[in-house]
């Protein structure tokens, strides 16, 4: 590929997305630019082992919500907090991406190997668990992204004036006198447990917005749990004191308010029926487009903070733009990861003005166009509590290409693939036209293998059987690929694109 014709490609994009061009990468850093959609793009740099800094593959998507068409939401694995699966509730990223047909999707915030995620998970602005105090991702059914640190106070009310208060959302409950809410979003029904005491209320409560006060009647109440939970219905768990209240002051037909108060949003959320969703996440990295690391503030150690490890993170830059970055990492001689200082210098190099820190290591996952497009540390996709789906209309976008594609490895590729080695792969057209580089075309991997660039080159990683994926326009095609077990050194990623 020529260097006009890159220079032009990249050029074209940043009018399409509404943005200036990305900074130029580092020497020893090869990129790739792809429009995913309009008002979506996808910067990929993969910076050599013998590169200062290398080896790492670093992916940037860009979002610009004042591109018509364009949102994003939070969603949770299964569209449930808890399940009875292996996974407890959790859901990989692709699958998830392909079940509600978004265009991008990546992990969003923590969670303890069960579907509830750790602080705030705020979907289509029902309140699905409360804020923990770390730094929280708020984005506006405007489009409008901030980050904030919340602060939760619950309380319900009954007819008698007296009040306790709700300690938290759609959780296990405690056994601590504790007063725990749940709401459909949860499960089919509350868990079971000799030691609660339940008592269900029905009333227009769907969405749960915070700051509001809704009311209802109860209708059930009831030890042990196990109760029906649906839209219209709320059910309050006690424990302790929690549940002693609960029998003293809540009859049947005794009508409830209910208060959910988050303090610490900004300012121009003043009513948060206004807020489309809002995930946790920790620590802050950015701040007004100073790296502001607060790992320890935020209750994370020197190891969490300082280690190399693959990272997740969002940003919003000066004009609006939401960035979503992935480092893949603890892979030896492919990407070795970032500090939480080095992954805010990536965010501010990109365009970012303020950063939060997502979930990382074995949960970082990018899905682009249905293909996985980062290279989990685990081998395989980690199930998660929650993602950030990004939707956009690509349908019908001209790309030049002559159906049918296809996708081979050269002829003469005769090598044994084993970890460490690499293999380029040609996507072609009718016509005979290699289209690897085109500026739409997209590429991914399943089966865990191995990585593959936004070029085309394939990176084995694992002994195993995988496919190698493009996608280009309405098209997907893919090629099987088989890495074998036996060792071979390791060839330097590859040097950067002319």
Known sequence: MSRRFLLGAVLLLASLAGSAAPPSPAPGTARSTRQIAPGVT???????AASPGGPLVVNVVRVDPRQRGVHVEAALGGDRVWGDDPTQGRETVSRLAARRKAIVAVNAGYFPFAGNPIGIHLEDGDLVTEPNQRTVLLIEKSGAASLARLRFAGTVTAPD???????GLNRRPARNDA?????HRFAPATLLGPDWFEVAVRGRVSPLAPNVEHTGRVTLAAP???????????VLSGSGAGAQWLREHTPSGARLRLRLQIDGAPERIRDWRTVRLAVAGGPRLLAEGRVAVNATEEGFDGGFANGRHPRTAAGIASDGALLLITVDGRQRGFSQGAT?????????KHGARDAVNLDGGGSTTLVVRDALTNAPSDGRERPVANALLVFADAAGEKTGAKPPLALAAPSDAVAPLVPGRRRAFALRDAAGRVLSAHPRAVWGTAGGVGFVTQDGVFYALRPGRGTVQAVLGDATVSAPVTVEAAMAPAETLPPPVP
């Not at 007063?179 to 709401?183: C, E, R």
């Not at 042990?224 to 709320?234: F, R, S």
């Not at 939480?340 to 501010?348: D, P």
Request: glycine residues 10%.
């Open 42 to 48: 996808l910067v990929q740099e993969v910076t050599s």
């Open 161 to 167: 004036g007296t009040t306790f208060a709700i300690s």
């Open 179 to 183: 007063l725990v809410l749940f709401t």
């Open 224 to 234: 042990g749990g196990g109760h029906v939970l649906a839209p219209d219905t709320l």
């Open 340 to 348: 939480l200082a080095e992954l805010a210098a990536l965010l501010l």
